[in-house]
């Protein structure tokens, strides 16, 4: 397996930009749930927090594992944004069993880095996926930190400066 880093925080606090802006130079992984979204409803599918959660956590989950499984032989740093532990904030903030997630994140390797993007309103937009006000995402990205942290992982802390700044905070910590 590559070494994996993931990227990690509340809905909206600029993960996606900096790993838009590091893919030139690194193997990345897109966020799951933005997929799994833009398939449901492509396809009129009831797999949505605001349809059928347990099934959207499902459809995730499923979605994570393939990714990790896609990386194997993969060399070097791969960058994901959100990891399997992330699915825990989805469980506990919709009350839904997580025996499955926990099951897969005991059989992956650990990550080689966390990053912990804080929620950042000044950057915090709303659109057709993310519908919680900042507040509301505020909240959420504590259930991730929480689930992280219940599970043991250091997190790095990204400082809030512009893409560019968090890009190379991270690459130096990437060793690259």
Same mark, same amino acid.
């Given at each position: 397996?590559?070494?994996?880093?993931?990227?990690?925080?509340?809905?909206?606090?600029?993960? @996606?930009?900096? *790993?838009?802006?590091?893919?030139? /130079?690194? &193997?990345?992984?897109?966020?799951?749930?933005?997929? +799994?979204?833009? !398939?449901?409803?492509?396809?009129?599918?009831?797999?949505?927090?605001?349809?059928?959660?347990?099934?959207?956590? @499902?459809?995730? *989950?499923?979605?994570?594992?393939? /990714?990790? &499984?896609?990386?194997?032989?993969?060399?070097?740093? +791969?960058?994901? !944004?959100?990891?399997?532990?992330?699915?825990?904030?989805?469980?506990?903030?919709?009350?839904?069993?997580?025996?499955?997630?926990?099951?897969?994140?005991?059989?992956?390797?650990?990550?080689?880095?966390?990053?912990?993007?804080?929620?950042?309103?000044?950057?915090?937009?709303?659109?057709?996926?993310?519908?919680?006000?900042?507040?509301?995402?505020?909240?959420?990205?504590?259930?991730?930190?929480?689930?992280?942290?219940?599970?043991?992982?250091?997190?790095?802390?990204?400082?809030?400066?512009?893409?560019?700044?968090?890009?190379?905070?991270?690459?130096?910590?990437?060793?690259?």
């Amino acid at each position: 397996m590559p070494d994996i880093h993931i990227f990690t925080g509340p809905p909206g606090s600029g993960k @996606s930009s900096v *790993l838009t802006h590091l893919a030139p /130079d690194f &193997q990345t992984v897109s966020e799951p749930a933005r997929r +799994v979204l833009a !398939d449901q409803r492509a396809t009129g599918g009831r797999g949505t927090g605001d349809r059928d959660p347990a099934l959207f956590v @499902s459809l995730m *989950l499923q979605q994570a594992i393939d /990714d990790q &499984q896609s990386l194997r032989g993969v060399s070097g740093p +791969v960058i994901c !944004d959100r990891g399997l532990p992330d699915l825990l904030a989805y469980t506990t903030y919709w009350q839904l069993p997580d025996v499955a997630i926990r099951e897969a994140i005991a059989a992956m390797p650990p990550p080689e880095a966390v990053f912990w993007f804080p929620p950042w309103q000044a950057i915090y937009t709303q659109d057709a996926e993310r519908t919680l006000d900042f507040g509301g995402s505020a909240a959420f990205g504590a259930l991730v930190r929480e689930a992280y942290e219940s599970l043991g992982f250091s997190l790095v802390d990204v400082p809030l400066a512009p893409v560019e700044g968090r890009a190379a905070f991270i690459r130096q910590r990437i060793g690259a």
